[in-house]
């Protein structure tokens, strides 16, 4: 019996649709190869610190990983410029592994990742202050301490009374000394003050206390407004005495963004009217003076 024209069509089109479901049957059903795991521990141990390097999170490794869910307050908003997401979420899967993967993974990443600490309104009463491991705190090389300062934190109202004892500044540099890898650490303060504390008291206050902290070496003192990006002169220590007779290897100087040098510093604290006068006071390489005919 000859077959129409429409009937061929048919069988075609269901032939056409049945071979590629066969086909996919056939893989299924077909004895699978057992796939066997990378012997990674196997490699050189140079090879398993690239793989581990290649791993580290660019932006570095944040306490607190994330700002508490809150209502919106104008801290909170300030708070959503750190970008403060889980910089180790993705990266925590080497590190659950097994005990070795754990201790190199660990060895590494402390080494050359950079710990960015912060102290702000969401944690500043915890005991911890940061949910890291001793293991980790003792292990650090490189840290930032990100000071976003309320004038509740400062532990008084009146700006003219901060006493010189200020329990805050003696609990951070208490856990930095835990740090006993501690090869560089610098301080940002950034105030969110009230009409009572201008943000000139809140820097000085903030800074005299851990410049003269006992067993925290910071290497240098930064000051902003409204975000982490330093816009005012800062202190630095001097790493060389070959540039001024004046300066001794340690102590601390003024210098603008760039790191021109403005003027020498001490161990001691500043007086408020000095600290006011140069932390605006102007660069001579930024801004040379302008030069001026003698008068006649």
């Given at each position: 019996m000859a077959l129409d024209h429409g009937t061929i069509s048919t069988l075609a089109v269901a032939i056409l649709i049945s071979v590629p479901l066969l086909f996919v049957y056939w893989l299924s059903t077909r004895p699978q190869q057992e796939m066997k795991p990378f012997p990674f521990l196997n490699l050189p141990a140079e090879l398993r610190d690239m793989v581990y390097d290649e791993l580290l999170p660019e932006e570095g490794i944040s306490y607190p990983t994330k700002t508490p869910q809150r209502s919106q307050?104008?801290?909170?908003?300030?708070n959503s410029l750190f970008n403060r997401r889980s910089s180790l979420s993705k990266h925590a899967g080497v590190m659950m592994a097994n005990h070795q993967l754990h201790r190199e993974f660990h060895d590494v990443m402390s080494a050359k990742s950079k710990f960015t600490l912060y102290v702000d309104e969401h944690n500043y009463k915890d005991a911890s202050l940061w949910t890291i491991?001793?293991?980790?705190?003792?292990?650090?090389r490189r840290c930032e301490l990100r000071f976003a300062t309320t004038p509740a934190m400062m532990g008084t109202h009146d700006?003219?009374?901060m006493p010189l004892e200020w329990a805050l500044c003696d609990r951070v540099c208490e856990k930095l000394r835990k740090c006993e890898r501690l090869e560089s650490v610098t301080l940002h303060i950034r105030p969110i003050s009230n009409p009572l504390w201008n943000p000139l008291w809140v820097w000085y206050h903030a800074?005299?206390?851990?410049?003269?902290?006992?067993?925290?070496?910071?290497?240098?003192?930064?000051?902003?407004?409204?975000?982490?990006?330093p816009g005012e002169n800062q202190l630095g220590r001097w790493l060389e005495n070959r540039l001024?007779?004046?300066?001794?290897?340690?102590?601390w100087k003024w210098e603008c963004v760039r790191g021109h040098f403005?003027?020498?510093?001490?161990?001691?604290?500043?007086?408020?009217?000095?600290?006011?006068?140069?932390?605006y006071e102007d660069c001579h390489v930024c801004h040379p003076p302008t030069e001026t005919a003698d008068a006649v």
């Open positions: 307050t104008r801290l909170d908003r300030f491991s001793a293991q980790m705190l003792k292990s650090i700006p003219r009374f800074s005299q206390a851990f410049k003269t902290a006992e067993g925290v070496k910071f290497d240098s003192i930064r000051f902003s407004l409204d975000s982490w990006t001024r007779r004046s300066s001794v290897d340690g102590l403005i003027a020498d510093d001490s161990d001691t604290r500043q007086p408020i009217r000095d600290f006011c006068g140069i932390i």
